[in-house]
T-cell receptor, first 115, second 115 residues
Framework: AQSVSQHNHHVILSEAASLELGCNYS??????LFWYVQYPGQHLQLLLKYFSGDPLVKGIKGFEAEFIKSKFSFNLRKPSVQWSDTAEYFC?????????????FGTGTRLLVSP | DAGITQSPRHKVTETGTPVTLRCHQT?????MYWYRQDPGHGLRLIHYSYGVKDTDKGEVSDGYSVSRSKTEDFLLTLESATSSQTSVYFC??????????????FGPGTRLTVT
């Protein structure tokens, strides 16, 4: 079945460590890609998005993601995390052949940054 | 933040009772969505709307119905609540003007507990 996979369910890092969260999808064809973040007790907010052009996308708060089409991946990175990055991160894919603005979400990665 | 409100924000109800959740937007966006968020499942689409009185099912629509009589309001109804519908429900909106991708903006969520 077509899906979005986030293999890291829980990640624990110390402040200043580098972060990479994996996201793989199984949809063929053209896709739009998103990373959302959910801080404790809050709603989802967009970190960054990709639809064409430079496969390295920069988002808010120092986050970036790289689209590797051959690997069906869209991994999220940050060179140095802060305690305030503690949150749950969701990858989402919009398969453009679905006929409407459908987002399929991964199961999320819960990040805990210790001070 | 996008102008999206959800009501109620918290609700506890008994099995077998009907429940209606309301999503209200002030952005005049065409598309509206209802998701549920459960641990280990991420966000799953329940129903969506692509205009007034135009709705369709998502991946987990059983036991839910929706209505959209005005652009700004999208109602989610549980006809007869079950314990498996205990969840956090998020409303989202998006628009399709201009060049994509068309990110979705999320409301603050409704925590529903069915006892």
């Amino acid at each position: 079945a077509q899906s979005v996979s986030q293999h890291n369910h829980h990640v624990i890092l110390s402040e200043a460590a580098s972060l990479e969260l994996g996201c793989n999808y199984s949809y063929g064809g053209t896709v739009n890609l998103f990373w959302y973040v959910q801080y404790p007790g809050q709603h989802l907010q967009l970190l960054l998005k990709y639809f064409s052009g430079d496969p390295l996308v920069k988002g808010i708060k120092g986050f970036e993601a790289e689209f590797i089409k051959s690997k069906f991946s869209f991994n999220l990175r940050k060179p140095s995390v802060q305690w305030s990055d503690t949150a749950e991160y969701f990858c989402a894919v919009n398969p453009l052949n679905t006929g409407f603005q459908k987002l399929v979400f991964g199961t999320g990665t819960r990040l805990l940054v210790s001070p | 933040d996008a102008g999206i409100t959800q009501s109620p924000r918290h609700k506890v109800t008994e099995t077998g009772t009907p429940v209606t959740l309301r999503c209200h937007q002030t952005e005049n966006h065409r598309y509206m969505y209802w998701y549920r968020q459960d641990p280990g499942h991420g966000l799953r689409l329940i129903h969506y709307s692509y205009g007034v009185k135009d709705t369709d099912k998502g991946e987990v629509s059983d036991g839910y119905s929706v209505s959209r009589s005005k652009t700004e309001d999208f109602l989610l109804t549980l006809e007869s609540a079950t314990s498996s519908q205990t969840s956090v429900y998020f409303c989202a909106i998006s628009e399709s003007r201009g060049q994509g991708p068309y990110e979705q903006y999320f409301g603050p969520g409704t925590r529903l507990t069915v006892t």
